[in-house]
């Protein structure tokens, strides 16, 4: 099973950099690097030492033994390994902020996370169609690889490479403040689990910080990948228990706790937080890419998207409906104090352990922009130790200055969710497929482009100013 560790690998440009290869050890887009890099140096031996004809010959002949090669030992992945690591992305620990979100929502909250899940599914789907192209005989081939090489492929007239670093700065950024949130959960809930400890939250985050230091060392994620299922199902007893607990509160249920009206700002925020919640895109060009049977990808996401919209419908209406207006950042917090420690210390271990998984793909992208990957030897070494230590270091100043999870999920969601999920999948769509596109398929995307600017500014705008008024605090 290939697990989103080696998604985001694939998803990676390919890069050398400064440190030791062991290329039993590597992934497979690794792997592949390194068989094309040998397979172009063979071909220009062939092209060196042989007659023009006979080297076209030899050189094509090795492509074609070298593409038989890549086909027969990529790693595949049935559909119901691919909707695992669909799930596992848009059913995290991030979900415990939404009870907060409805919290400020009321009855539009819950009707925007089924309406997200739907536009979240399409965006997904037409992100792939992008992928394709029709030949001459009426049948889709996958040209494109990645969501990069979609996006220079909609500015190629232009400015060739400008959809992809815009692309590639969107995804830094949204991993980077993943990497920030998870510390902020977790120094939230370790604040919350031990106060007679009287040690702020920012101690924690020092803390944190600290017990992640080892990510500065990481030079591939076969480690972290063995604790992915084991994350994933802490997270399920972690939700099981904190549902068994609202079922228990039942007599105190409530629907008027529920409201239809809401505070305009707020909601603006709770927007930002429930799509965040669904963001899947930019794994889905490499996920799908590594199914054995593409043809069920559709169907994969339907499925995928639809449990998780019944899933956090329900987990949001127990939890609020026990709670009500006493609803806090992390729904955990809510819990009794013995139960309370025993599922944050839970869900702080699947936070340490989901950190270094966005923090390897940001610092990877990073040392591509930043430093000389064709540089080798101890130099290149410590200078890309240095750029870890440094954006390592970046999370923890974030988090220590914005320690709000909430407004930091809501503006996450508005900045990079509403980007990668609503604006670039459905102008890229209407950029390469236009003239194929029926007018209900250009309405759907036109309103979802102009949906996504909309609740990506306003969702900016609300967030920054709800965490200077947080800050002045």
């Known amino acids: 099973m290939i697990n989103f560790q080696d998604v985001i690998i694939n998803l990676l440009k390919k890069h050398r950099y400064g440190f030791h290869v062991d290329e039993e050890n590597l992934s497979f887009a690794k792997r592949d690097e390194l068989n094309i890099d040998h397979t172009e140096i063979v071909q220009e031996r062939v092209v060196e030492q042989a007659s023009p004809g006979e080297a076209e010959n030899r050189a094509q002949s090795l492509e074609t033994d070298q593409l038989r090669a890549e086909l027969q030992d990529t790693p595949h992945i049935t559909t119901w390994e691919a909707g695992w690591n669909v799930t596992n ?3 995290g620990i991030f979900v415990l902020g939404l009870p907060y979100a409805v919290l400020h929502s009321g009855y539009v909250g819950l009707f925007l996370i089924m309406f997200a899940a739907v536009i979240c599914c399409y965006t997904g789907k037409i992100l792939i169609a992008c992928l394709y192209e029709e030949n001459e005989e009426g049948q889709h081939v996958r040209v494109r690889t990645s969501y990069e090489d979609i996006a220079n492929a909609c500015c190629m007239q232009l400015f060739p490479k400008l959809g992809g670093k815009i692309v590639n700065f969107a995804q ?13 959960v977790s120094g ?10 009287q040690m702020s939250e920012e101690t924690w985050f020092v803390i944190a910080v600290v017990m992640l230091v080892p990510c500065l060392f990481i030079q591939n994620l076969q480690i972290v990948s063995k604790l992915s299922l084991l994350c994933s199902l802490v997270h ?15 007599q105190k249920w409530s629907w008027k706790m529920i409201k239809f009206s809401m505070d305009f700002e707020k909601f603006l925020v709770s927007v930002g937080v429930i799509i965040f919640s669904y963001t899947s895109q930019i794994f889905l060009p490499s996920l799908e890419g590594s199914m054995k049977n593409k043809g069920n990808f559709v169907c994969m996401m339907i499925w995928t998207h639809l449990a998780a919209c019944i899933f ?5 209406l127990v939890t609020f409906l026990t709670w009500g ?4 950042e992390v729904i955990t917090d809510n819990l009794p104090f013995t139960l309370r420690v025993l599922v944050n210390v839970c869900l702080v271990a699947k936070a340490l352990l989901s950190y270094p998984l966005p923090f390897y793909a940001a610092a990877e992208v990073l040392q591509s922009c930043i430093l000389n990957p064709s540089s080798v030897g101890g130099k290149a070494q410590v200078w890309a130790l240095v750029l870890r230590g440094c954006l390592l270091m970046l999370t923890l100043l974030m988090a220590t ?3 709000h999870f909430a407004l930091l999920m809501g503006l996450t969601g508005s900045v ?4 990668m999920t609503f604006l670039l999948p459905s102008l890229f769509h209407l950029r390469l497929l236009w003239y194929k596109l029926g007018n209900l398929e250009k309405f759907l995307d036109i309103s979802i482009f102009l949906l996504g600017l909309l609740c990506g500014l306003s969702g900016i705008f609300c967030s920054v100013k709800g965490l200077i008024n947080a800050f002045r605090r």
């Open 89 to 91: 992305a848009i059913q």
């Open 172 to 184: 830094v950024a949204e991993l980077i403040m993943t990497c920030i949130l998870y510390l902020v």
């Open 188 to 197: 939230n809930l370790m604040f919350h689990s031990f106060p007679h400890m």
């Open 236 to 250: 399920l007893v972690v939700t099981f228990i904190v549902i068994t607990y609202c079922m228990t509160q039942v």
């Open 312 to 316: 956090k419908t329900v987990f949001v």
């Open 325 to 328: 207006n006493e609803t806090k």
């Open 401 to 403: 200055f914005m320690p």
């Open 416 to 419: 990079t969710g509403a980007v």
